[in-house]
């Protein structure tokens, strides 16, 4: 035995977990809507939602009763049988936007593959099986598998995993999309972009970039890929975050909120790039599984129940409107506000972590981003109060980090 029972009593005991994440050193043992609560019951604010994952807050009632139900019943039985609860939640999903057909994957990264495995095998199965690179913009994140982080192509991400997976071309994010066009060869089999970059900072592309993006696919024969791991499900006031234009892709990707916390992903797809995945071509020992059906029928269910969405822009109009006074208020701390929704984000002019830790220590969760972005990605079900008392701790948050940044000018000033 290896770790005895007093190792775990040791105060320098290192759980024999992976240290990938700078994790902070609080554990959550329940949830409650929008709020979750550690072991002495010490009450959180989640404005991050498990990096928007639980868009239903903690705990939502017919999410519990629909994954309680189907435990009773059945739990798993592989993709080799019909799995009723997928079909139906596929046909509901498909009639909501421009996919014929998807695939139910366990997380983001796997529905990234799996559209990334689609966009080559359309251009081989059309006779242009050298058409299989992918272009992808600068500050973009597709997952952590070696065809997702060669996609990104970010130092940070691939810095030790090389040789990285052949394929993929990286331009600028800024850039004006009609030079893409320049990376577009004989090769390109895709565009792949997120209409709001997460991981990157909350950056959103415009309407007409996306515009851009399409006119290029179509005249260059290419497909466009739409990552909407963070970006979809009701997250930023519609079902697919690209339906506030009339571009549509010819693949996306979906994940988080789709399963409200239960671990589960999607890819779409148009017809005439579905019909060339095949039985045999792709697969999922998990994938759509019963239990995360249920979920996920469940979490539809309330996305497109009446006045949801609405709500979604409801709350994001209030929580943007705060936090850009909250902005006026204190210069010194945030740069500007940016994003859709309730995907929404501060750029700051002070270190992100400093302030995601002050802003755990008032007992408001948060999480970082690229470009010096702190995310603010509260539970979709947000009340307009519950609003209000994040931007009260956000503002006692931005207050402590004033007060840090003038004492530390005050030390510099008398030489201390
Ligand atoms: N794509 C985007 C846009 C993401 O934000 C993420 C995760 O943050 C992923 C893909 C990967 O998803 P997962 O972590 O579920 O594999």
Known sequence: MKNSESDNTDQTFVPPVLPTYARADVAFVRGEGVYAFDKDDNRYLDFGSGIGVNNLGYCHPALVKALTDQAGKIWHTSNLYRIEGQERLAERLTKECFADSMFFTNSGAEAMECAIK????????????????????EGCFHGRTLATIAAAGSEKLIKGF???????????????????????????????????QGEGGIRPVSTENLEILRKLCDKHGILLMF???????????????????????????????IGGGFPMGACMATDKVAQC?????????????????????????????????????????????????????????????????LMLGLKLKTPVPEFVGEALKNRLMLVGAGDNTVRLLPPLIVTAEEIDEGVSLLDKTCNNIKKALEASKADSDTGD
Not at 118 to 137: C, L
């Open 227 to 257: 990552d909407e791991v963070q970006c979809g499900m009701g997250r930023v006031g519609k079902l697919f975050a690209h339906q506030d234009s009339t571009i549509t892709p010819d693949i996306l990707a979906t994940a988080k909120g």
């Open 162 to 196: 090389g040789p990285m997976m052949e394929g993929f071309d990286h331009v600028p994010f800024y850039k004006d999309m009609s030079e893409v066009e320049e990376a577009i060869t004989e090769e390109t089999a895709a565009i792949l972009i997120e209409p709001v």
């Open 118 to 137: 689609m966009a080559r095998k359309y251009h081989n199965d059309n006779g242009n099986p050298d058409r299989y690179r992918v272009i992808t913009f």
């Open 277 to 341: 995945m095949k039985a045999g071509t792709h697969g999922s020992t998990y994938g759509g599984n019963p239990l995360a059906m249920a979920v996920g029928n469940a979490v539809l269910d309330v996305v497109l129940s009446d006045g949801f969405l609405d709500h979604v822009n409801q709350m994001s109009y209030e929580l943007r409107k705060a936090l850009v006074k909250l902005g006026s208020s204190y210069p010194e701390v945030i740069d500007r506000v940016r994003g859709k929704g």
